[in-house]
């Protein structure tokens, strides 16, 4: 319930050209990328979820451009 949540949150929010962070909790981080681009889309999430002490893991690749991310420890 909680990832489809999430996927939902990703679909309706929208981006420009750039990869960037869209969104960004404690323990979720949703990324717009330039392209079906998963690795810049890992990198910043990475990052992200290192400010918070937790490292990224894909959890949902909404679409080719949108991929939401779970911080875990």
């Not at 949150?9 to 949703?30: K, Y």
């Amino acid at each position: 319930m909680l990832k489809l949540k999430y996927a939902v949150l990703a679909l309706i929010l929208s981006g420009c050209a750039t990869t960037h962070v869209l969104s960004a909790g404690e323990r979720t981080v949703v990324i717009q990328a330039a392209s079906d681009d998963e690795a810049s889309a890992t990198a910043l999430a990475v990052t992200e979820c290192n400010k918070r002490g937790f490292h990224a893991k894909l959890s949902i690749k909404a679409s080719p451009v949108k991929y939401v991310f779970d911080c875990i420890e």
